[in-house]
């Protein structure tokens, strides 16, 4: 009996939507530290919560980049300063840039959380 074939949804992503999932991440990765450097500044719980979601929608995107382009993933900007909300935001928007449709699964759910933080955190 013939095995069912697999299904690699990573592979059906197209290369701009691996771009704008590169772009996002590096907007994240500069939210994300600049929230974790506030949080334990200040030590107060919205801003532990602020850094505590961006990482974790930067860890969803890592793992929506197809594996030909996560080396780009390593090209990190300097975070000091920066607006998490604001950066965060932007990824939000870079998102709109590209069809759903060419993403990988499990794009809608870090457009969400994006959305919700954003909206949480204004």
């Given at each position: ?18 771009r704008v999932l590169v ?75 590209a069809p759903v449709h ?12 994006l959305i919700e933080t ?5």
């Amino acid at each position: 009996m013939a095995q069912p074939k697999e299904i690699d949804h990573m592979s059906d992503t197209t290369p701009d939507a691996a771009r704008v999932l590169v772009h996002m991440h590096q907007l994240l990765w500069q939210a994300g530290t600049e929230a974790d450097r506030r949080a334990h500044q200040s030590r107060d719980l919205d801003t532990v919560a602020l850094a505590s979601n961006l990482t974790y929608a930067r860890d969803q995107v890592f793992h929506l980049v197809p594996e030909p382009y996560r080396d780009a993933l390593l090209d990190r900007p300097g975070a000091a300063g920066a607006d998490p909300v604001e950066l965060a935001r932007r990824a939000e928007e870079l998102s709109r840039t590209a069809p759903v449709h060419h993403f990988p699964p499990g794009i809608v759910s870090v457009v969400d959380l994006l959305i919700e933080t954003v909206g949480e955190f204004s």
